[in-house]
């Protein structure tokens, strides 16, 4: 469905001395310099699979992104999208894609959305018939079918972000790129546009490629993620590869009781792993992962334990070690 063969986009910008003598200087002469976006990306990704595409901010996610729907060309390599090189922009491959930016909407901010889904309906040339159908479905889903008269300023922004997933994939394209289509949101609209993600997935099989920078998102949605770092891929690969290889501890806390016991202290416990917190009633403990069954059985002999939990370091705490890791092989 997506094949990319070492693509590279570099952009011209020109650079600004600073200070007021600088500014002078640059209305003479401006330096100009290269700043490479994307350098030598190469993946692919099938029929059903929805892909993470992570990074910092500036590591070349919207930009690669943005080739792989046709809004930019690249400087260098290639890509086929459904057999067709997407900035040819040729009418065929555009009816079968669709791109959901959380930061741009692309409906009419005085129009209900119903009478904004009229228009695409013409403009993707969807018959009668389909549109019905797609429509009927897409607002089951989304539970949205009583706000589709309503005028979009007047919905909150988890309801317009909805309505923005509609107008997206009511053409039932085959690759949908997803650029942050949680940011913003409360909680419960995050939740119910994951859910609805996993469920267009598993009724459409379209190949999906998702940037976001909720960690939330990722490990809800994507077994396999790519790693950007500077524009270069440094992983590709499972996000369970990356958990284990890079989580090499356990978080454990442990509730305590207060029955007159004493209290854990940092010598009584400092030797089962790192102490992240301790107060009367909560100890925390990062522990090394080989080490974590012995370390809960010496914890609930030497304290009045209420209750114990063990949990995975914090998936974002992991990906952002990688990303400041410069010049080490994440593979």
Known sequence: MIEVDRLSKTFHVYRKPPGLLGSLKSLVKRERVEKRAVKDVSFRIGEGEIVGLLGANGA??????????????????????????????????????????????QLWWDLPAADSFLLLKEIYRIPDATYRENLAY????????????????????????????????????????????????????????????????EENRPAMLLTSHYMEDIQRLCKRILILRDGELVYDGSLARVVERYATHKVVTVHLRRDGKDCPTPQTVGDLGEIVSLDPDTLKLRVPRGEVADAAAALLSRCSVADLLIEEADVGDIIESILTARGESVS
């Open 60 to 105: 070349g996610k919207t930009t690669l992104t943005k080739m792989l729907a046709g809004i930019i060309h690249p400087t260098a390599g290639d890509a086929d999208v459904l057999g067709y090189r997407p900035w040819e922009r040729d009418d065929r491959f555009r009816r079968q894609i669709a791109l959901v930016m959380g930061q741009k909407a």
């Open 138 to 201: 897409l607002t089951s889903v989304l539970g949205i079918e009583k706000e589709l008269t309503i005028q979009l300023r007047r919905l909150s922004l988890g309801e317009r972000m909805k309505m923005e997933l509609i107008a997206t994939l009511l053409h039932g394209p085959r690759v949908v790129y997803l650029d942050e289509p949680t940011i913003g949101l409360d909680l419960t609209a995050q939740r119910a546009i994951r859910n609805f993600i996993l469920a267009y997935r």
